[in-house]
């Protein structure tokens, strides 16, 4: 599915969802929607209000920048996740589905592929409990940051055995 295609549908959905529940639909509204689903990957509210005037010239103030969230959050147009201490959102009309492997060193998140993985989840049944999506987060370090922290370990076992070494003679 292409970003118009995708845009189309969200814009539907909210659409619907407004009429269901009877709440109308506003300019600033639509643009919101619009400038979360031009992201790739995550972002959070302040960036969020920031691109609002910067990249979009509409001027909204942070209360309905998280009204908003929260409302497509609960149209299933965006998914909520904590990252590194603070809330990030990511569009998720075409993926309800998402397994992430976050990085607590340098924080950056990438998206599991395992087929095993997701038709274990997906194969999961509870009873009283109907799946609609899910968003696995595994917390750990990259390649980058692990060897990183190797280093600094090796560095320090050397400091250690020299400075215990030197105190012996």
Request: contains cysteine.
């Amino acid at each position: 599915m292409d970003k118009n295609e995708e845009m189309g549908q969200a814009m539907a959905v909210l659409t619907d969802y407004l009429h269901v529940h009877g709440l109308r639909s506003t300019p600033e509204r639509n643009a919101l929607l619009k400038a979360v689903y031009t992201y790739e990957g995550y972002f959070n509210p302040e960036s969020l209000s920031i691109d609002m005037l910067e990249k979009h010239g509409f001027r909204v103030c942070r209360a309905t920048v998280y009204n908003n969230l929260r409302l497509f959050e609960e149209a299933g147009l965006v998914q909520r996740v904590w990252l590194n201490g603070e809330i990030g959102y990511r569009r998720c009309w075409s993926n309800k589905h998402s397994i992430h492997l976050i990085c607590s060193g340098c924080g950056s998140i990438v998206e599991c592929t395992d087929d095993r993985v997701r038709s274990q989840i997906e194969s999961m049944r509870k009873k009283r409990f109907v799946m609609t999506g899910y968003l696995l987060s595994i917390h750990g370090l990259c390649g980058k940051c692990s060897a990183a922290l190797k280093r600094k370990r090796k560095k320090m076992e050397k400091i250690y055995s020299e400075k215990n070494g030197k105190s012996k003679d």
